[in-house]
């Protein structure tokens, strides 16, 4: 009895292996491909490259990068809408370009995010506000000084419409009554170029794409949104501190994959992003440059998504944002 009873076991264990997804046996045995919804150079853009590195080596299989700009993030996220949903094609889904387009974007951002189903948070950043050495403004009541005074035009700089870098612009602005115009880039990195360079004065950037030029002395930074300062610019004030509680807050970013993509493979990224986020390598490159490494499950990040959109809603009510 024995022996058949052993033989019947292995008979159901290699009946359940043959009967699992290839997905969950095999995945990945191929490159996979990252997508960035913004152009390089940005924050997002950086950190996706650590965790990409990171995944690569948890994974043993290579993961790629590819920037795909354009509509405040909606082109990328449509690549991977309409990619196969077999786990090589994923998308880096900012806070904005998730829970934001949809608001913003009525002809096509709801349809984007329903094709797209969430497997992690993968990081989150607080933002930075800067301005131009040439601006005079060394605080953010200076700053909203400044832009109420007759004659004096301000324009801040973002990385799209929608974007968090435009949304924390604008709720400064309902906060405070500051009178500054919206210049959209199709990213952070081309949007803070221009700061630096001058040709926009003023952006609430990521920390994470913007403390490299805080720290060269190319932009002046006035405060950040973090609920506590930074171990990388520690003389630098949050916005509670200024008096701006209202103001505070992060951005994360989940990674996302295409409808349909088995849960099988969500479930093993999952455990892999779970796994890089717990490296002391991982933690320690992504708050290098002002970010923190974050996993959660796949449902935790579809909640949040729910609740952001949510949230988000009455500040698009309130500033009139429309895109299309």
Not at 115 to 128: A, K
Not at 150 to 176: C, M, Q, W
Not at 258 to 285: C, F, S, Y
Not at 295 to 322: D, F, K, M, N
Request: aromatic residues 4%.
């Amino acid at each position: 009895m024995g022996v058949v009873r052993s033989i019947v076991s292995a008979v159901a264990v290699l009946a359940a292996v043959a009967g699992a997804p290839a997905g969950a046996q095999d995945y990945p045995d191929r490159p996979v491909r990252i997508i960035v919804p913004f152009p390089a150079g940005g924050g997002t853009d950086a950190l996706s490259r650590i965790l990409a590195e990171r995944l690569e080596n948890q994974l043993q299989q290579k993961f790629f990068v590819e920037n795909v700009s354009g509509a405040g993030g909606n082109i990328g996220a449509n690549r991977i809408a309409q990619s196969e949903p077999d786990g090589y094609s994923l998308l880096i889904g900012p806070m904005g370009v998730v829970s934001v387009n949809p608001l913003i974007y009525r002809n096509t951002g709801t349809s984007i995010v329903d094709r797209l189903v969430p497997v992690s948070i993968v990081f989150e950043t607080g933002h930075i506000i800067i301005v131009n050495p040439a601006v005079d403004a060394r605080t953010l009541a200076d700053l909203t000084s400044l832009s109420k005074r007759p004659g004096r035009a301000l324009n801040f700089a973002s990385g799209g419409i929608g974007t968090s870098t435009h949304l924390y612009a604008e709720l400064f602005k309902v906060l405070t009554g500051a009178s500054m115009t919206h210049v959209p880039y199709r990213g952070n990195g081309p949007a803070l170029l221009d700061v630096v360079a001058g040709h926009a004065q003023v952006m609430f950037d990521q920390i994470a794409s913007a403390s490299e030029q805080v720290r060269a002395g190319k932009v002046r930074a006035l405060a950040v949104t973090t609920p506590a300062r930074l171990d990388i610019l520690p003389d630098l004030p949050t916005v509670a501190e200024v008096g701006m509680p209202q103001l505070a807050g992060t951005s994360w970013t989940m990674l996302m994959a295409p409808q349909g993509t088995p849960d099988a493979v969500i479930q093993k990224l999952n455990q892999a992003i779970t796994a890089v986020v717990a490296e002391q390598a991982t933690r320690r490159k992504m708050e290098a440059i002002g970010a923190s490494a974050r996993a959660s499950s796949a449902a935790e990040a579809a909640a949040l998504l729910r609740s952001e959109l949510e949230r988000w809603r009455p500040v698009v009510a309130a500033t009139g944002i429309q895109a299309n």
